[in-house]
T-cell receptor, first 113, second 112 residues
Framework: EPEVTQTPSHQVTQMGQEVILRCVPI?????FYWYRQILGQKVEFLVS????????KSEIFDDQFSVERPDGSNFTLKIRSTKLEDSAMYFC???????????FGPGTRLTVT | KNQVEQSPQSLIILEGKNCTLQ??????????LRWYKQDTGRGPVSLTI?????NTKSNGRYTATLDADTKQSSLHITASQLSDSASYIC???????????FGTGTRLTIIP
């Protein structure tokens, strides 16, 4: 069964460094998402992406965040200058159309020291 | 403000027993409500999705109900198994946009 994959599973970085989190959505899906979950808290929507552009973003998704679909398979989340409070699980999700279910990846645990 | 509240926060039951988890929401306008199962350190996995007109939906031993008038939903798990130990998250989607509002989840532990 096809699934969303994410790499790395765990990333440790120093405050102020740039990180890129990578996702490979399910191959025929058209809508892509990033979410984050701070330890012990609920999952929060960051951004949705369709037709090579951001379709919606939350207030969390400020200028230090960016997303890109550099080729036909990868979907990346870049954090330009990480802060301690960026430490969280970051989940990628994808779906075929707006009427279909979202499938989540296993997540990348980001630790900023 | 869109909110999703879940209760209880955590629950421990014996293997084989049934349980019911609750969800109240204030998301408006409403599009649909989903229940997800999230194992520790993993991404959420969809169990059920219900639209405004659906009152009940089942997926194996999981049965979800929705009362759109009172903005309440429940997830009933029958004959629990050890593998049901996980967090169960209620998620509501706004009509007209992509945003999902997540609840804080109920942490369910099944003991033998």
């Amino acid at each position: 069964e096809p699934e969303v994959t994410q790499t790395p599973s765990h990333q440790v970085t120093q405050m102020g460094q740039e990180v890129i989190l990578r996702c490979v959505p399910i191959s025929n899906h058209l809508y892509f998402y990033w979410y984050r979950q701070i330890l012990g808290q609920k999952v929060e929507f960051l951004v949705s992406f369709y037709n090579n552009e951001i379709s919606e973003k939350s207030e969390i998704f400020d200028d230090q965040f960016s997303v890109e679909r550099p080729d036909g398979s990868n979907f990346t989340l870049k954090i330009r200058s990480t802060k301690l409070e960026d430490s969280a699980m970051y989940f990628c999700a994808s779906r075929w159309t707006q009427n279909h279910e979202q499938y989540f990846g296993p997540g990348t645990r980001l630790t900023v020291t | 403000k869109n909110q999703v509240e879940q209760s209880p926060q955590s629950l421990i039951i014996l293997e084989g027993k049934n349980c019911t988890l609750q969800c109240n929401y204030t998301v408006s306008p409403f599009s649909n409500l989903r229940w997800y199962k999230q194992d520790t350190g993993r991404g959420p996995v969809s169990l059920t999705i219900m639209t405004f007109s659906e009152n009940t939906k089942s997926n194996g031993r999981y049965t979800a109900t929705l009362d759109a008038d009172t903005k309440q939903s429940s997830l009933h798990i029958t004959a629990s198994q050890l593998s049901d130990s996980a967090s169960y998250i209620c998620v509501v989607r706004n009509f007209g946009n992509e945003k999902l509002t997540f609840g804080t989840g109920t942490r369910l532990t099944i003991i033998p």
